[in-house]
Structures are given as C-alpha cells and as structure tokens.
C-alpha cells in the first residue's frame, strides 16, 4: 500500500518545528524507521509531516552535570559506535545491537523510538531503568519530565500534538553502577517476546537502588518493583516469585501471557547475574 496524501514541511529550528506542528494532523518525521510502515498500511493520516532532520543540535552526544545527554536525532548506529555512550551508559550500550537490524539502525533516531514508545521496544525500557528524563520543546518553552511519568498508556507519551521531543538525560555511570540486559526475540530483529532492562548500584556485595523494567508484557515499560525489593535483600527466588504480582503480560501473537510471564523469570536469572559484575 501506499499513503494518504500529506503536506510535507522541513523545519528550520525546534521553535519552528513547534510552529509547524500547529497545524491540525501534523508529525514530526525523524527517523521514520516506525511512521513510514504505519503510513503506507494507512494506520497514520498525517495532514502535514514536519521533518526536523536538519534542526542543527539535536544530534549532538554530550556529558554535563554527571549526566549523559543524548540528542533526539542521535542515529542507533551513531549511539553503538559512541565511546562516551560505552562509558557513561553501558545499560543503552548492551541493548543497542538488539535493536532491528543495521538497515533500521543507520536511520532510526533515539528520540523517534522514545516517542514512538512502542511497550515492545528497548530502548524506552533503558531510559526508566536509568531514572532517565525527556527534555521536550512546546508552544510554552522548555520542560523536563521525568521517565516514570512519560509513559502513560499504549503508543501514549507526556508529548502534546505540539510538543518536540529534542533530547533524552540519563545519570553517567559510576564505578558502582551495575547494568544488565536480556530479551528473548524469535529471530535476531524482531521484536522481543519478553525483554527486561535493570540497573542497580553494588553496595559491597548488596544490591541497592535496584530497577528491573521488563518489556513486551504490557501497554508501557513496566517496573517490577516487588521482584526489585527481593533482589535488593539478595532473595532472587523470590524476586522470580514476585513476578507473578508485578506483571500481567497478555496474550498476543508471540506468546500466551503464561509463556511471558515464565520466560521473564528466565530473564530476570540471567539478568541478576550480570548486576553481580563489576564493569570492565
């Protein structure tokens, strides 16, 4: 299939990408790794896209403040090759390679899959495992939001119909960081069956400030905050018997819900030992 008719537009700066947007049935277009497959099945009927590609800045890698912060049109590709990303956020590091394939890699954009939010997708599990935030351009200005309120439902974000997602902020990795990452896909590629992001500080041989967020079990990211309270007391089996209250995973075309909800439990095993190791 092809798409709907639609305007196209290409912004000059965020303050006229936010302009742009004014108009009823406007999109911004980054990547397009997501919106070009829902336009040509004609599951979006943009009247107008807004394509921010050329806004100078956003695509821009830098550390302030003992943060990390990464650009909105920052490339995948771009991300895994990044020296300072390996450094200061091994969590996005680990789960980049699984994303898509290096086709959707070299054009997908950071900012585009945490705005996309698709509840299946890594990299908005990494930004709430990290206590990462969202920096966001709208009609009133600049705002921050935090990641446990940028999700809020299915496909659903803090973004408003005007409001340009220009950079994620995420806490630059200390020696006491510790990381982990696992998902279980049918094919390399493919969206994960079940996936589970989780960042931890070591405390000598203690977990503390656990934060295990698992993806593809619901609407959103979801934090298993009984199974991290378990794991933070160094009970794993527990934290593996907590499951069964923190998620709900539906049925769907990969997996019954009983299958997901065992499978993380797998994960969150193999999860747990790599919070254990110090980084390289």
Not at 153 to 171: C, K, S
């Amino acid at each position: 299939m092809k798409p709907a008719p639609f305007d196209y537009a290409r912004a000059r700066s965020v303050e006229h990408a936010v302009e742009l947007l004014g108009r009823e049935g406007a999109r911004v277009l980054a990547g397009g790794q997501s919106l070009i497959a829902t336009l040509n099945m004609r599951l979006s009927h943009p009247s107008l896209l807004v394509d921010i590609n050329e806004v100078t800045g956003l695509d821009r890698i830098a550390r302030r403040n003992g943060h990390i912060e990464i650009g909105a049109l920052v490339r995948h590709v771009q991300a895994e090759r990044s020296a300072e990303i390996a450094q200061t956020a091994p969590l996005v590091a680990r789960a980049l390679p699984h994303i898509g394939h290096p086709a959707i890699r070299n054009r997908g954009t950071i900012g585009g899959s945490i705005a996309f939010a698709d509840p299946a997708a890594e990299l908005p599990a990494c930004l709430l495992a990290l206590d990462g935030e969202v920096e966001i351009a709208g009609p009133a200005g600049k705002r921050t939001v935090k990641a446990d309120d940028f999700f809020q439902g299915l496909f659903e974000t803090a973004l408003g119909p005007r409001d340009v997602l220009i950079a994620i902020r995420l806490p630059a990795a200390t020696h006491d960081t510790r990381v982990g990452f696992a998902e279980l896909a049918r094919r390399h590629g493919d969206y994960a069956m079940v996936g589970l992001a989780a960042a931890a500080r070591a405390n000598g041989t203690k977990l503390t400030d656990v934060r295990l967020v698992f993806f593809g079990v619901g609407s959103t990211p979801v934090r298993a905050r009984d199974a991290e309270a378990a794991l933070a007391a160094g009970d794993l089996e527990a934290g593996v018997k907590a499951l069964a209250r923190n998620l709900d995973p539906p049925d769907d075309v990969q997996a019954t819900g009983a299958v997901k909800k065992h499978l993380a439990g797998v994960l969150l095993r193999r999860v747990a030992r790599q919070l254990t190791e110090a980084p390289q």
